[in-house]
């Protein structure tokens, strides 16, 4: 999978990188998927915001997992 982000603290362009969405991994818990970036650490919904982070290319596989993700990060948003 492809993201990319804006780097806020650089040169404000956005970056392309690669990225995984899995339910193996240490923060993922119940089933529900996360986002691993390459340095092997799981992406945040304030990271996400903060970042500008957008998909920009996901198998049909990923897109279900990453549905999922958007599912709790929304469920993380209720009430605010």
């Known amino acids: 999978m492809i993201l990319s982000y804006t780097d806020i603290l650089g040169n404000r362009r956005r970056h392309k990188i690669k990225a995984t ?41 990923e897109k279900l997992l990453l549905s999922k993700v958007f599912e709790n990060y929304n469920a993380m948003c209720v009430g605010f």
């Open 21 to 61: 969405v899995t339910t193996d991994h240490p923060v993922s818990h119940y089933g529900i998927p996360v986002i691993v970036l390459k340095d092997g650490n799981a992406l945040d919904l304030q990271s996400w915001v903060m970042l500008g982070y957008q998909v920009e290319e996901a198998t049909n596989k």
